[in-house]
């Protein structure tokens, strides 16, 4: 294993939606698939640090992160700069802010992303595959420890 890139993924839970957002593919087109706001952390920045900045970057909203880890995700990157990726999902609270985003107005949004919603991952596919199997409020609202998914080939 060359690298390791780390990230943090913010989970902002809505009834039984999350908030997400649409990539820009290459073409400016839009990815085929849904994603939590997030990204890689800055060296010697916290979890928490780290979610609140991404989700300044992504959706320019001050957002109110919680300590509250919800599932730790260790996978292989597809990407060609790491070997793998370990990503922290934290849980935000949601806010009427959300509501009103303008990607326009963000540090990175309007370059990254096409579409910022609140969907239903059991509905519309949704990145990482497993939040459409997990009960997402469940972990929220609980005090269940973190859902672990590894998915690691050697």
Do not use: C
């Not at 700069?81 to 370990?86: I, M, P, S, V």
């Not at 999902?89 to 096409?114: N, R």
């Not at 519309?124 to 497993?130: G, L, R, S």
């Amino acid at each position: 294993m060359e690298k390791r890139r780390i990230n943090v993924r913010a989970v902002v839970v809505r009834g039984d939606t999350i908030l997400a957002v649409k990539h820009k593919n290459d073409d400016g087109s839009e990815t085929d698939y849904w994603a939590l706001p997030g990204g890689g952390l800055d060296p010697l920045e916290t979890l928490h640090e780290g979610a609140k900045r991404e989700v300044f970057e992504e959706l320019g909203v001050h957002a109110d992160v919680t300590d509250k880890v919800l599932f730790i995700q260790q996978f292989m990157s597809g990407r060609k700069e790491f070997d793998e990726e370990l990503e922290f999902h934290i849980l935000v609270k949601d806010s009427p802010l959300f509501d009103s985003i303008d990607l326009t107005q963000t540090s990175h949004g309007a370059s990254e992303l096409v579409r910022v919603a609140f969907v239903d991952p059991k509905k519309v596919p949704v990145k990482p595959d497993f939040l459409a199997e997990v009960d997402i409020r469940a972990y929220a609202t609980g005090d269940r420890a973190p859902y672990l998914f590894t998915e690691l080939v050697k």
